[in-house]
């Protein structure tokens, strides 16, 4: 069961897996991004999302849980307090609130005249985006029963400082040779 799709406002994307998917512990490739909502700045976002949890959990308990709610030690909830990872994750983390939202299909990602990104450098785990994610309830067997986040599409909205790993751009670091130049010999 998915429920309606959310639009959420300016996050900072983490472990952005939007070019290419990513399997972990041997488990399915997929696209993923943690979106990092700050605890004042994003109140909104983060009272609709609690919102959304606690209606598709109602919806869940008689269609997708057989009509029985999962016990409290056994439902795995998908939005996460950053203050609680912070000490694993970075600072980044600190005074946010979190989701992992992820999909087998990679996300659409536009620029804020909403024309595609197709420079994989423009978009990178720091920066600033509108994400729309869809959330719905499951019932897996090994897995217990919970809610989770799939990832739709991104809209880039503006940089942030780049978080753990990314590379800059070559035309950022070099500067044009003159062919006449001895540096090359």
Sequence with gaps: MIMSSIILQNVRLSYANIWK???IDGGEPRYSASLLMDKD??????????KAIKECYDAAVPTIWGGKAPAASKFNSPLYDGDDEADDKGEAYVNTMFINPKSKNQPGIVDKKVQPILDQTEVYSGCYANV???IYAYNHPQGGKGIAFGLNNIQKVKDGEPLGGVAPKAEDEFSAVDDSDDLLD
């Design 21 to 23: 998917p990513k399997g």
């Design 132 to 134: 729309s994610v869809s």
């Design 41 to 50: 700045v994003n109140a909104k976002d983060i009272a609709k999302l609690n």
